[in-house]
């Protein structure tokens, strides 16, 4: 069974910091996976998408990289704002039946 | 760019009444779409696969006949929970996925619906 685990579980930062997030996976046969931003009480904003055939994707001053083989995908924020402030999701896509098993979650605090 | 839509927003009910949410994908098709559900400071943890035309596939653990989910056509499924308790309580999200995309491209997801039982 797919288990997804997301450190550290929360995260302040002054403004102006590169920032990592990290997400680790134990079942390395996945089809993509797929990092989220969550306000409070509000749904889901895709950020970035990975293939599993990829190493990383990038949009903006968000990274996210993928290392299948170890079970392990980051998040790279740089210069991050107080608007950066939100809950931060990775999701797995086991491929089979498209269904997204997600991690924990990252509570991020940028402070201004 | 691709959007679900989730109504309602928020609704209180009394507990032992039923409850409809709707979620629609109004500028594409999905033959799936999910319905998680997010108690609160913890993730979303997948409730069910609604299936157009067919019948749901549920999770382990999750009640079909108190989580009844209708995908009657491409572009909306319905959640009802059924005689609702104070422990169904929580945040309930939707996903679709573009039907011409595949499964290669993002999922999409509604803006959830928050559920007090009182």
């Known amino acids: 069974k797919q288990e997804v685990t997301q450190i550290p579980a929360a995260l302040s930062v002054p403004e102006g910091e590169n920032l990592v997030l990290n997400c680790s996976f134990t079942?390395?046969?996945?089809?993509?996976l797929q990092w989220f931003r969550q306000d409070p009480g509000k749904g889901l904003t895709s950020l970035l998408l990975i293939q599993s055939s990829q190493r990383e994707q990038t949009s903006g001053r968000l990274n996210a990289s993928l290392d299948k083989s170890s079970g392990r995908s980051t998040l790279y924020i740089a210069a991050s704002q107080p608007g950066d402030s939100a809950t931060y999701l990775c999701a797995v896509n086991g491929g089979a039946t498209n269904k997204l098993i997600f991690g924990t979650g990252t509570l991020l605090a940028v402070q201004p | 760019g691709a959007v679900v839509s989730q109504h309602p927003s928020r609704v209180i009910c009394k507990s032992g009444t039923s409850v409809k949410i709707e979620c629609r994908s109004l500028d594409f098709q999905a033959t799936t779409m999910f319905w998680y559900r997010q108690f609160p400071k913890q993730s979303l943890m997948l409730m069910a696969t609604?299936?157009?035309?067919?019948?749901?596939?549920?999770e382990q653990g999750v009640e079909k006949d108190k989580f009844l989910i209708n995908h009657a056509s491409l572009t909306l499924s319905t959640l009802t929970v059924t005689s609702a308790h104070p422990e169904d309580s929580s945040f309930y999200i939707c996903?679709?996925?573009?039907?011409?995309?595949?499964?290669?491209?993002?999922?999409?997801f509604g803006n959830g619906t928050r559920l007090t039982v009182t």
């Open positions: 996903s679709a996925r573009d039907l011409t995309s595949g499964g290669s491209s993002p999922l999409h």
């Open positions: 609604s299936n157009e035309g067919s019948k749901a596939t549920y």
């Open positions: 079942d390395s046969a996945i089809y993509n």
